[in-house]
């Protein structure tokens, strides 16, 4: 398996596959029924790098990278990451999320940040707590989930780069 | 005090405090040095709807209201709220987040959500606090305050509307 940039040339296969994630309305807060053009914009355009995972030039996944917040907020990042389902199980999620963590550093980023992981995807959050992200933030209710109903979405976050926080939360 | 849709002969003096409040960099994560179309664009062209409160004609304060998700999160929504700097203790903030909450109800959302209210803020998230919101997520460092250095974010968060949540986090 290889992790590269994107090229345009990926597209079709990456679409595919955010497509079928995006449609199954049971990971991710895009409307099911997204058009291609937006997903496109959000998963391509916006973001400061996309990269995808290869294996003999068969694309299995793909990850974007961005900052979570714009100025005073812009040294933690934001990624989104998303596996062919006929691939799950081969540690592709893992080596993207390793992979999404050096270049964020390289990139200038002190820390990572996903706003929105459905509680549910239980998978997903292990996943992450295993790669060291803290769950950081409960949010009741604030997935609608296409099969199950309204369920809660966690915040994750993990440091990346040392960092002194100097006021805690009073709270 | 009168709380009225925005109008476009209001910009002016709302530019005016949005820009104060922003480039002091205590309290929102826009770039300090935001111009004034990013700060138009995001406070009264994205937003579902904008609010300003006046006094004999004069703009107190001003918050916009929008989904904080979009699809199957876009129940919950998000406000951002800015009060005339010379305004303060008048309770121009309580009025407008009471306000922007009977206006989520009327559009339909559930619950609202803010994704990043500085902890050093104590005014705030006290105020926020005596409104119904619960601190439910805590992001270390995640502000880059231009005075104290790196703080924590706090994600608040308010049910508006009972909700049935069939799944809670695990973790």
Redesign the interface.
């Known amino acids: 398996m290889e992790i590269r940039p994107f090229r345009d040339a990926d597209w079709p296969a990456v679409w595919r596959m955010l497509h079928a994630t995006i449609a199954a309305?049971d990971t991710?807060?895009?409307?099911?029924d997204?058009s291609e053009a937006e997903i496109h914009r959000i998963w391509v355009e916006t973001p400061s790098a996309t990269f995808v995972a290869t294996d003999a030039g068969v694309v299995l996944g793909t990850y974007f990278i961005k900052p979570?917040?714009?100025?005073?907020?812009?040294?933690?990042c934001n990624c989104g990451y998303v596996v062919e389902p006929q691939a799950r199980g081969r540690g592709v999620a893992a080596a993207l999320c390793e992979h999404s963590q050096d270049q964020a550093r390289a990139l200038g980023f002190?820390?990572m940040?996903f706003?929105?992981v459905v509680?549910?995807n239980?998978g997903a959050?292990r996943l992450w707590?295993r790669l060291g992200f803290a769950?950081?933030?409960?949010?009741?209710?604030?997935?609608?989930?296409?099969r199950?109903?309204?369920?809660?979405?966690?915040?994750m976050?993990k440091?990346l780069v040392a960092?002194?926080?100097?006021?805690?939360?009073?709270?």
């Open positions: 309305g991710y807060s895009f409307a099911p997204s979570n917040q714009p100025g005073l907020g812009s040294h933690v002190r820390a940040q706003n929105f509680a549910s239980e959050v707590q769950v950081v933030g409960r949010l009741p209710g604030a997935f609608r989930h296409q199950l109903g309204y369920v809660y979405a966690l915040v976050f440091q960092t002194d926080v100097v006021y805690h939360p009073a709270p």
